[in-house]
């Protein structure tokens, strides 16, 4: 058995929570540290079983005096974070290169109501005996607006490293710890990207390997000059 998790012919068992949430408290400290507030662990992670991703905890993150909630999850390979509540009795056109764990239902996007941004903060991924902190390699996948009866099912952004970079690294247990951020919503003057989604871990790029990243949404304008100040910048 390994320290995080058992592989056997590519399948994941016996994973252990209490590393992970060692390993996540280890690196929201150094978030706290960065961003110079407070966040705090409010629970350990429990096994999602109803849901299309391992496992989850919740955090609390101090910005400007006001208290906001992550999600910390944590992912095995194939795993998202869509459902049908929103879309479920819609003829839907679904990649084809998509291959998910549980049920084919978490890839469908979902809409994101009553915040104006949301923002990923990677964490980091584990082999089963290291955790290379900060490390992430994740899809987003949302409607295609331009689409109607049936709605196509498409990939809107990578978070974290590209495949082969995050290959690269992972292998080499090159860590980054830059923190940056990303969103996986924002606004585009009236436009809302990324809302529907569903953030996908990916087999092929995660083959054996769990990835832990928190995401927090919000409407405060507040925060999110705040968080802007912690972005990845995108070079074009």
Same mark, same amino acid.
């Given at each position: 058995?390994?320290?995080?998790f058992t592989s056997f012919n590519g399948r994941l068992s016996n994973i252990n929570l209490k590393e992970?949430?060692?390993?996540?408290?280890?690196? +929201?400290?150094?978030?706290?540290?960065?961003?110079?507030?407070?966040?705090?662990?409010?629970?350990n992670f429990v +096994?999602?079983?109803?849901k299309g991703y391992e496992a989850i905890s919740k955090a609390r993150i101090v910005v400007n005096d006001k208290n906001l909630e992550m999600n910390v999850v944590l992912f095995c390979p194939g795993d998202a974070t869509g459902n049908t509540e929103n879309y479920g009795n819609r003829k839907l056109i679904e990649p084809a290169c998509i291959v998910v764990r549980k049920t084919h239902k978490a890839i469908i996007p979902r809409r994101k109501d009553g915040i104006t941004a949301e923002y990923i903060f990677p964490i980091g991924s584990a082999t089963q005996e290291h955790f290379i902190m900060g490390l992430t390699s994740l899809e987003g996948w949302t409607i295609d607006p331009r689409s109607s009866n049936p709605l196509t099912i498409l990939r809107y952004?990578?978070?974290?490293?590209?495949p082969l970079e995050y290959s690269r690294r992972m292998k080499e247990k090159y860590a980054d710890i830059s923190l940056k951020l990303e969103k996986t +919503?924002?606004?585009?003057?009236?436009?809302r990207i990324?809302?529907?989604?569903?953030?996908?871990?990916?087999?092929?790029t995660s083959n054996g390997i769990l990835q832990m990243v928190g995401f927090l949404g919000t409407n405060d304008e507040s925060a999110i000059k705040f968080f802007e100040r912690y972005e990845k910048k995108i070079i074009s």
């Amino acid at each position: 058995m390994g320290k995080y998790f058992t592989s056997f012919n590519g399948r994941l068992s016996n994973i252990n929570l209490k590393e992970f949430d060692e390993a996540r408290d280890r690196v +929201l400290g150094m978030y706290s540290t960065r961003f110079g507030t407070t966040i705090v662990n409010q629970n350990n992670f429990v +096994l999602t079983p109803e849901k299309g991703y391992e496992a989850i905890s919740k955090a609390r993150i101090v910005v400007n005096d006001k208290n906001l909630e992550m999600n910390v999850v944590l992912f095995c390979p194939g795993d998202a974070t869509g459902n049908t509540e929103n879309y479920g009795n819609r003829k839907l056109i679904e990649p084809a290169c998509i291959v998910v764990r549980k049920t084919h239902k978490a890839i469908i996007p979902r809409r994101k109501d009553g915040i104006t941004a949301e923002y990923i903060f990677p964490i980091g991924s584990a082999t089963q005996e290291h955790f290379i902190m900060g490390l992430t390699s994740l899809e987003g996948w949302t409607i295609d607006p331009r689409s109607s009866n049936p709605l196509t099912i498409l990939r809107y952004k990578e978070f974290g490293y590209n495949p082969l970079e995050y290959s690269r690294r992972m292998k080499e247990k090159y860590a980054d710890i830059s923190l940056k951020l990303e969103k996986t +919503l924002w606004l585009d003057g009236d436009e809302r990207i990324g809302d529907p989604h569903s953030i996908y871990c990916s087999p092929e790029t995660s083959n054996g390997i769990l990835q832990m990243v928190g995401f927090l949404g919000t409407n405060d304008e507040s925060a999110i000059k705040f968080f802007e100040r912690y972005e990845k910048k995108i070079i074009s």
